[in-house]
């Protein structure tokens, strides 16, 4: 079993709609949880980042942590084109150093 | 603006060469990751270091060294590329150890071996 899943999509949303993007995690010990973005040709940046669970909104997204469920949810309102990329989510162990466990990437478009 | 820059964007090698992949990063971090991204496997870690001369191997580090004499530059070499090598590849720094540190990416390389 991989220590974290996520749905590769294909997504495709149309301009506006509210998008919901999700991992599960198989190890209970994770403690901080990642957003980044990756456009097409560019490396990975990071978009959202919270620590053990609840909420965290930054403008049009937001990041939800469930850990009895070992769950992580991406929310991107008001979606627009520029958010057409892939979105990886990422996970860290506080004590074993600075490893990150990534999922495969969900891929996005928005259509205008 | 942190900065990580890779050697090559695009590279493609013969089966049998010995790759070296160059990584710097501009902002005095202390680690520095190398990783390959392929379709379905998602990233993958392959090696990471936490301080100059010193690596740690990650989840596939078989086929690959790396080599850190300066704290910016983190090199990782493929000392005989092989067909199953070819993928893009992504170098990475981050501050300080401890869980949870921002990692930040280079563009990557994207290497094939024919």
């Known amino acids: 079993q991989k220590e974290v899943e996520q749905d590769p999509g294909p997504l495709s949303v149309p301009e506006g709609a509210i998008v919901s993007l999700n991992c599960t995690y198989s190890?209970?010990?994770?403690?901080?949880f990642m957003w980044y973005r990756q456009y097409s040709r560019k490396g990975p940046e990071l978009l959202m980042y919270t620590y053990s669970s609840g909420n965290k909104e930054d403008g049009r997204f937001t990041a939800q942590v469930d850990k009895s469920s070992k769950y992580i949810s991406l929310f991107i309102r008001d979606s627009q084109p520029s958010d057409s990329a892939t979105y990886l989510c990422a996970m860290s162990l506080y004590y074993t150093g600075n490893q990150f466990y990534f999922g495969t990437g969900t891929s996005l478009t928005v259509i205008p | 603006d942190v900065k990580v820059t890779q050697s090559s964007r695009y590279l493609v090698k013969r089966t049998g060469e010995k790759v070296f992949l160059e990584c710097v990063q501009d902002?005095?971090?202390?680690?520095m990751f190398w990783y390959r991204q392929d379709p379905g496997l998602g990233l993958r870690l392959i090696y990471f270091?936490?301080?100059?001369?010193?690596?740690e191997k990650g989840d596939i580090p078989e086929g690959y060294s790396v080599s850190r004499e300066k704290k910016e530059r983190f090199s990782l070499i493929l000392e005989s590329a092989s067909t199953n090598q070819t993928s893009m590849y992504l170098c990475?720094?981050?501050?300080?150890?401890?869980?949870?540190?921002?990692?930040?990416f280079g563009p990557g390389t994207r290497l094939t071996v024919t």
């Open positions: 270091s936490y301080d100059v001369k010193m690596k």
């Open positions: 902002m005095d971090h202390e680690n």
């Open positions: 990475a720094s981050s501050q300080a150890a401890g869980g949870g540190d921002e990692q930040y």
């Open positions: 190890n209970s010990a994770f403690q901080y």
